[in-house]
């Protein structure tokens, strides 16, 4: 079998029972153990468990079926449980606190203090914290295709808009134009590479781009329509505040929809806005 990585989830095949709990089958690891009061009441030898792997307060190595925030190389927001003269301990879901030692500290925290963190193995193999973000995530990637639809975690913001990580691996960029929601530092949401860059750093949006979207906001202008009596004061030369107040999207994006819409003739458009064609 694959030897288990720390930090990550494994399928474990129980090996043998101990008054502690269950041993599982961790390859080059040896036996690890699954705590007894997380043992599922009917498992057997050589059934598979999957469980997460990392370190106990004694430096063992130990499963657990309970779910961590974050997992190694990954970033997430957590909050400071307590500070001490070797650092802060963070709550990542684990009976032991994730250990943010004080050199891995871009300003020191304070308990009760929200930060966004990095996990990584430090020299002696343990799942350590770091705000230090830029040592671990990457300015330029080749990477992606256009359009392509990545996971984001929200940055700090900067004078161009909004600094995201994408994948856990990479710096992108919401420029500030198109930001129509409030984001929160550490909030995962989905977004999709808006432009590929000569510099191969990424631009992000968080609307599918094209007319992937457009089908969906067609409907959506058409159900508007119908319940208004045919007619909306919105057309393509409308302000692009009023387009986004109203539909929440771009007037890029709405000029395609009623476009989509004008071409199957199902509307007309006006100077001020667009009708509905009676049928």
Known sequence: MKTPKMGRYAHLNVVDFHPAGALLDGGKLGNILLPGRQVPKDIEINDS?????????????????????VQLHQV??????DVNSTGAFLDWGLSKDLFLPYSNQSNKVVAGQHILIYVYLDN???????????????DFSSDYK?????????????????????????????????????????????G????????????????????????????????RLQ????????????????????????KRVYKMAIGK????????????????IER
Do not use: C, M
Request: hydrophobic share 35%.
């Open 49 to 69: 468990i999957r469980v997460f792997i990392y370190r106990d307060s004694e430096d063992r190595v130990i499963a657990t079926t309970q779910r961590p925030k």
């Open 76 to 81: 997430a927001n957590l909050k400071v449980l």
């Open 124 to 138: 002696e193999d343990r799942l350590t914290a770091t705000t230090l973000l830029d040592r671990h995530i990457k």
């Open 146 to 190: 256009l359009g392509e639809k990545v996971r984001l975690t929200i940055a700090n913001r900067s004078e161009l808009g909004q600094k995201v990580i994408v994948d856990h691996q990479y710096w992108g960029l919401i420029h500030k134009d198109n930001i129509r929601q409030p984001l929160k530092i550490g909030q995962r949401v989905d």
């Open 192 to 223: 999709y590479i808006r432009q590929l860059r000569d510099d191969k750093r990424l631009d992000i949006s968080l609307e599918q781009p094209g007319y992937k979207k457009v089908g969906g906001l067609s409907d959506q202008i058409l159900e």
């Open 227 to 250: 319940s208004a009596g045919g007619y909306i004061a919105l057309a393509d030369k409308s302000p692009a505040d009023l387009i986004e107040a109203e539909f929440g999207v771009s």
């Open 261 to 276: 819409l004008y071409k199957n003739r199902i509307i007309t458009i006006e100077s001020d806005g667009i009708r509905l």
